[in-house]
């Protein structure tokens, strides 16, 4: 979908946010307020922490991305003209839901079923632990990762997922013999968590995400994912309440 074309759809998310007391037109862009990239708004709120998916280039077919994106437009046209925000954030989990549920399907080649990969991309996760952010929960799966991560002081979500993806993507390329191809699809998904109780909703997504792909009987068996014993982080600075 042309980023450029209206999208009533988008307009209709973002009335509802600013309703919610989110703001639209804040004075660092990067660090709080809503954004479109594409066709979803990305809600920013400093000092939040997030729950972030970023997938492999192939991994979800354009057309397959069409077909979910009308369905939550259309879903959010039907909306009563006085629905509260909770019931356009549930349209936006089912959206989620049906990517996910097509993403666990293994589509596209999975190049992070690759052992080297996969080590690769988790030690990249975990490097700027206790410099650049607090990383929560973390799984990389054979064509998407997902993560939690409080952005540190100084540093923005998109400056963060922007390092960690080029640097991923250069590395991979590198071990797949491949030059200048794209290895991550351009736009990540992040939703921004309001609360501890979704927080701990994610967090068990997250590790359970392997066992209901059934790559694995239980978390703790999934070397690249947080769940796994042999990853000890070190200690980082207390994250902010």
């Not at 922490?49 to 057309?63: G, H, I, M, Q």
């Not at 632990?129 to 990389?140: K, N, P, S, T």
Request: glycine share 6%.
């Amino acid at each position: 979908m042309n980023p450029d074309e209206p999208n009533p759809g988008l307009e209709r998310v973002k009335f509802q946010l600013r309703a919610d007391g989110v703001p639209d037109q804040p004075p660092n862009p990067l660090r709080s307020g809503i954004h479109s990239r594409g066709y979803l708004p990305h809600v920013k709120r400093e000092g939040a922490s997030y729950f972030v998916t970023f997938r492999l280039a192939d991994s979800l077919p354009k057309e397959v991305l069409l077909r979910f994106e009308r369905e939550h437009a259309e879903a959010l046209r039907r909306l009563p003209a006085k629905a509260n925000g909770d019931q356009a954030e549930e349209i936006h989990r089912e959206l989620r839901r049906n990517i996910e549920r097509y993403l666990d399907q293994g589509a596209g080649e999975c190049h992070l079923r690759r052992l080297d990969i996969a080590d690769m991309v988790a030690g990249a996760l975990r490097h700027f632990h206790g410099q650049q952010y607090l990383l929560d929960d973390w799984v990389v799966m054979p064509n998407h990762v997902h993560l939690i991560l409080w952005p540190m002081p100084n540093f923005t979500l998109s400056e963060i997922l922007q390092s960690r993806k080029r640097h991923t993507a250069r590395q991979a390329n590198l071990i797949l013999g491949r030059t200048g191809e794209t290895f991550w699809q351009r736009e990540s998904y992040d939703h921004w968590i309001r609360n501890d109780a979704e927080k701990s909703r994610i967090r068990r997504y997250i590790r359970m995400n392997p066992v209901n792909a059934r790559l694995c009987k239980t978390p703790e068996d999934r070397k690249w994912s947080s769940a796994w014993p042999g990853w000890k982080p070190p200690a980082p600075p207390a994250q902010p309440s």
